[in-house]
């Protein structure tokens, strides 16, 4: 199987940034995408295609990549970005094409 | 108003099955893939599978494999995903997702649209 590992939490204060890795070994050949995911309610993605930032989504929210790690940024962070944040791609011969990352809880302090 | 639009929270014995259905809405059904994610109590999203609501092609994780069924009607516009011989770990919020690619290309494997997700609780 494949995986993508992310820290278990990461605690910001508001106005901070916040910044969310994602590993895995074929990231540097497979596109990522991020999803916020709101106690009791379902995911919603935040970054599609490493960076790209869909409609509706608020400009604070970023993503980057190098190498075989991935990274969510959210800039200017608001109480509101507190909730789980999932990283999803695939393995480099599309044997495993759905892959979740663990995921990661941010605390807005 | 484009949404998906789940069944009931259901619960099963072990070694029972379930039928969670997923109606689309407010978009052309047979336009995009959908596949199924679940989410166990506490624990992180799991890939299931994926639909071709128009030819009803199917690919599932090897995880799965024999256990899981996903059939669509394109009627009703509405995609269910059925798993047998359920056990404890099977006890998980169940989505459905559509897939961002139209069903002429192949999938891009990131969702665009979720349901609220079903409550699927295994228990004797």
């Given at each position: 199987s494949y995986e993508l590992t992310q820290p278990p939490s990461v605690s910001v204060s508001p106005g901070q940034t916040a910044r969310i890795t994602c590993s895995g070994d074929a990231l540097p050949k497979q596109y990522a995408y991020w999803y916020q995911q709101k106690p009791g309610q379902a995911p919603v993605l935040v970054i599609y295609k490493d960076s790209e930032r869909p409609s509706g989504i608020p400009e604070r929210f970023s993503g980057s990549s190098s190498g075989t790690t991935v990274t969510l940024t959210i800039s200017?962070?608001?109480?509101?970005?507190?909730a789980d944040y999932y990283c999803q791609s695939a393995d480099s011969s599309g044997t495993y094409p759905g892959v979740f990352g663990t995921g990661t809880k941010v605390t807005v302090l | 108003q484009v949404q998906l639009v789940q069944s009931g929270a259901e619960v099963k014995k072990p070694g029972a099955s379930v039928k969670v259905s997923c109606k689309a809405s407010g978009y052309t059904f047979t336009s995009y893939y959908m596949h199924w994610v679940r989410q166990a109590p506490g624990q992180g999203l799991e890939w299931m599978g994926i639909i071709n609501p128009s030819g009803g092609s199917t690919s599932y994780a090897q995880k799965f494999q024999g256990r899981v069924t996903m059939t669509r009607d394109t009627s009703t516009s509405t995609v269910y995903m059925e798993l047998s011989s359920l056990r404890s770990e099977d006890t998980a919020v169940y989505y459905c997702a559509r897939d961002v690619s139209d069903t002429a290309m192949v999938p891009e494997w990131y969702f665009d649209l979720w349901g609220r997700g079903t409550l699927v609780t295994v228990s004797s």
């Amino acid at each position: 199987s494949y995986e993508l590992t992310q820290p278990p939490s990461v605690s910001v204060s508001p106005g901070q940034t916040a910044r969310i890795t994602c590993s895995g070994d074929a990231l540097p050949k497979q596109y990522a995408y991020w999803y916020q995911q709101k106690p009791g309610q379902a995911p919603v993605l935040v970054i599609y295609k490493d960076s790209e930032r869909p409609s509706g989504i608020p400009e604070r929210f970023s993503g980057s990549s190098s190498g075989t790690t991935v990274t969510l940024t959210i800039s200017g962070v608001q109480a509101e970005d507190e909730a789980d944040y999932y990283c999803q791609s695939a393995d480099s011969s599309g044997t495993y094409p759905g892959v979740f990352g663990t995921g990661t809880k941010v605390t807005v302090l | 108003q484009v949404q998906l639009v789940q069944s009931g929270a259901e619960v099963k014995k072990p070694g029972a099955s379930v039928k969670v259905s997923c109606k689309a809405s407010g978009y052309t059904f047979t336009s995009y893939y959908m596949h199924w994610v679940r989410q166990a109590p506490g624990q992180g999203l799991e890939w299931m599978g994926i639909i071709n609501p128009s030819g009803g092609s199917t690919s599932y994780a090897q995880k799965f494999q024999g256990r899981v069924t996903m059939t669509r009607d394109t009627s009703t516009s509405t995609v269910y995903m059925e798993l047998s011989s359920l056990r404890s770990e099977d006890t998980a919020v169940y989505y459905c997702a559509r897939d961002v690619s139209d069903t002429a290309m192949v999938p891009e494997w990131y969702f665009d649209l979720w349901g609220r997700g079903t409550l699927v609780t295994v228990s004797s």
